[in-house]
């Protein structure tokens, strides 16, 4: 079945710009999870999503970062007036929804702030 | 912050050798995995073993877990050069996150 999909795959801005990530999760799978990872480092957690509530949002870096998920399946991450240091690939990965189940990653979305 | 950290950041072997990745961990854990990622992209999991777990055998992956020592090894035995990329270890505690390690790099030279 189809995995995980992102988009779009590149995304480069302008400094000050707002920017919105699309996550398609895998069909059926209720968790949701988005993570940043910076060049040549390991992922950093910004949010998990049970169905379409968050239940912690404590990893997003500021208030320009936000999460929606609807209908238990698409995830929007929208960072507001971009920075530079947001410059990073945005991955996003589902699971079933059990505590502890495999997360399956998307391809992420590597975004460049000029 | 990161709760794993793995050794070396960087390994480089022939194609044919085995390569160890060791992970190291502070806190209490549910289970721990490997991941794997080609070329900066999406992850690849390879495999998860559980706190009352010590080794597991997937193909020719083989991780251990010493839950004393807070540590785990990913042992790739026979590499290829296809087996170049980061692989990250992730543990999963009491909740939903997995908190993953800064990665070694491999090289696999043909």
């Known amino acids: 079945g189809a995995g995980v999909s992102q988009s779009p795959s590149n995304k480069v801005t302008e400094k000050g710009k707002d920017v919105e990530l699309r996550c398609d999760p895998i069909?059926?799978?209720?968790?949701l999870y988005w993570y940043r990872q910076r060049l040549g480092q390991g992922l950093e957690f910004l949010i998990y999503f049970q169905g379409n509530s968050a239940p912690d949002k404590s990893g997003l870096p500021s208030d320009r970062f936000s999460a929606e998920r609807t209908g238990e399946s698409v995830s929007t991450l929208t960072i507001q007036r971009t920075q530079q240091e947001d410059s990073a690939v945005y991955l996003c990965?589902?699971?079933?929804?059990?505590?502890?189940?495999?997360?399956?990653f998307g391809p992420g979305t590597r975004l460049l702030v000029l | 912050s990161q709760q794993g950290e793995e050794d070396p950041q960087a390994l480089s072997i022939q194609e044919g050798e085995n390569a160890t990745m060791n992970c190291s961990y502070k806190t209490s854990i549910n289970n721990l995995q490997w991941y794997r990622q080609n070329s900066g992209r999406g992850l690849v999991h390879l495999i998860l073993?559980?706190?009352?777990?010590r080794e597991k055998h997937s193909g020719r992956l083989r991780v251990t877990l010493d839950t004393s020592k807070k540590s785990s090894s990913l042992l790739i035995t026979a590499s290829r050069a296809a087996d170049t990329a980061s692989y990250f270890c992730a543990t999963a505690g009491s909740s939903y996150k997995l908190i993953f390690g800064s990665g070694t790099r491999l090289l696999v030279r043909p």
């Open positions: 073993i559980r706190s009352n777990e």
């Open positions: 990965a589902s699971s079933s929804g059990g505590l502890q189940e495999t997360q399956y």
């Open positions: 069909s059926g799978h209720t968790a």
